[in-house]
Nanobody, 121 residues
Framework: QVQLVESGGGLVQAGGSLRLSCAAS????????MAWYRQAPGKQRELVAE???????NYADSVKGRFTISRDNANNTVYLQMNSLKPEDTAVYSC???????????????WGQGTQVTVSS
């Protein structure tokens, strides 16, 4: 089973920055679209940003111009640079991979455990 492991969360003041990372627990042959989602207390999980294997990106309107998603295919890692953070960005951020090929098989809809991001006002 492939596991995605997030890191980089924490507590930051409003206006600050954080960089989240997501790496696979094993060497991956191929992965396609990877994304960051977040879920705040009492709210549904929402897509924050996604990046295709070729590098095309898509962002939630609420984070456009502040967050940047990127990926390193050689190291099977996806990043989320978060700038100008706001208290409403507080949530658990989780990494998702749509499809992963490794160990001779495909894995679909892979998730990490999540990392807490807390933005204080």
């Amino acid at each position: 089973q492939v596991q995605l492991v997030e890191s980089g969360g924490g507590l930051v003041q409003a206006g600050g920055s954080l960089r989240l990372s997501c790496a696979a627990s094993t060497s991956i042959i191929y992965s396609n679209t990877m994304a960051w989602y977040r879920q705040a207390p009492g709210k549904q999980r929402e897509l924050v940003a996604e990046v295709s294997r070729s590098g095309s990106t898509n962002y939630a309107d609420s984070v456009k111009g502040r967050f940047t998603i990127s990926r390193d295919n050689a190291n099977n890692t996806v990043y989320l640079q978060m700038n100008s953070l706001k208290p409403e960005d507080t949530a658990v951020y989780s990494c998702n991979a749509e499809q992963i090929f490794t160990g001779g098989r495909w894995y679909f809809d892979c998730w990490g455990q999540g990392t807490q991001v807390t933005v204080s006002s």
